[in-house]
């Protein structure tokens, strides 16, 4: 595992660990009512809607250069957000890592 993968996983079981703490408190729709909250909290839901969103095209783009179906992934955008592309860094650094000749 290179220091780039070890470093996008840590983020990822870290900011999972954390959305989970947060879905036990509030659910997940929770989550969407308190980004309504107030003018600042729609303000940062929609700034991440917005990188979320941008991510999700460069995945597209990605995918199709490495020969990966990208749907299940958007899929994972759209209802998890960053922990989707996250999750997508990790397995693309995965499988960047060169393998050892037998």
């Given at each position: 595992?290179?220091?780039?993968?070890?470093?996008?996983?840590?983020?990822?079981?870290?900011?999972?660990?954390?959305?989970?703490?947060?879905?036990?408190?509030?659910?997940?729709?929770?989550?969407?009512?308190?980004?309504?909250?107030?003018?600042?909290?729609?303000?940062?839901?929609?700034?991440?809607?917005?990188?979320?969103?941008?991510?999700?095209?460069?995945?597209?783009?990605?995918?199709?250069?490495?020969g990966v179906t990208a749907?299940?992934?958007?899929?994972?955008?759209?209802?998890?957000?960053?922990?989707?592309?996250?999750?997508?860094?990790?397995?693309?650094?995965?499988?960047?890592?060169?393998?050892?000749?037998?």
């Amino acid at each position: 595992m290179n220091p780039r993968q070890l470093l996008i996983g840590a983020l990822l079981l870290a900011f999972t660990a954390f959305s989970l703490l947060v879905i036990g408190e509030v659910g997940y729709f929770g989550l969407w009512q308190a980004g309504f909250a107030s003018n600042a909290s729609l303000q940062i839901l929609l700034d991440v809607c917005i990188a979320c969103g941008l991510g999700g095209l460069w995945l597209i783009g990605d995918a199709r250069q490495r020969g990966v179906t990208a749907w299940p992934w958007l899929l994972a955008v759209l209802t998890l957000g960053s922990i989707g592309l996250l999750a997508y860094l990790f397995v693309r650094e995965r499988s960047a890592v060169p393998q050892p000749a037998h």
